[in-house]
């Protein structure tokens, strides 16, 4: 039992003896602190300024980068309004990806007229998200959908990063039977 003791002992006698060394140090590391204190006026706020600038860079620098799939999923949400609210002006010109709005467009139709033709009878559609998945300016997401009087399925939605927003690039349905209902 003594040596189990001694052993557990030996880490504090050498941080024991190191103290007495480390103090000055400690000590002098004040310093600058105590000096910075006593300045007064425009001395001290010369002083103040590279500091004030180390602190703006490092909340800078340290900010957290903004959750790219929570974006995508925030996206998605507004999508979801939209289409369950038939708005289609804000499909096409806020969550449409200008890609997407180009090949609507290149059917023949306005993409608002393309979107009423196309979703108009559709009965309370609903959209869950099921995953995300983002890889730098591109995004996919596998939804379950559902409408009124229409079987559910799962499908996966493109999105892509236009002038700093998520942007629906495509549509496309996923093999039935895939995902959860």
């Given amino acids: 039992m003594k040596k189990a003791v001694s052993a557990l002992g030996k880490p504090f006698r050498a941080i024991g003896r190191l103290l007495p060394k480390a103090l000055p140090a400690l000590r002098s590391a004040g310093k600058p602190l105590v000096k910075l204190s006593k300045l007064r006026g425009r001395a001290l706020a010369l002083a103040l300024v590279p500091i004030v600038i180390v602190l703006i860079v490092l909340v800078n620098v340290l900010r957290p980068e903004p959750d790219s799939e929570e974006e995508v999923r925030e996206t998605l949400d507004r999508f979801a309004a939209a289409t369950r609210d038939k708005d289609y002006q804000t499909l096409c010109d806020d969550l449409y990806a200008s890609d997407l709005v180009e090949r609507i467009r290149a059917a023949g139709l306005p ?3 393309a979107l009423r033709t196309g979703l108009e009878d559709r009965q309370n559609p609903q959209l869950r998200v099921i995953s995300v998945e983002v890889n730098g300016d591109s995004a996919s997401a596998r939804v379950r959908t559902t409408a009124g009087g ?9 999105l892509q990063k236009e002038d700093d927003d998520w942007k629906v690039s495509s549509l496309s349905d996923a093999p039935q039977g895939t995902g959860t209902p």
């Fill in 111 to 113: 993409c608002e007229v």
């Fill in 150 to 158: 229409e079987v559910p399925s799962t499908d996966t939605v493109g």
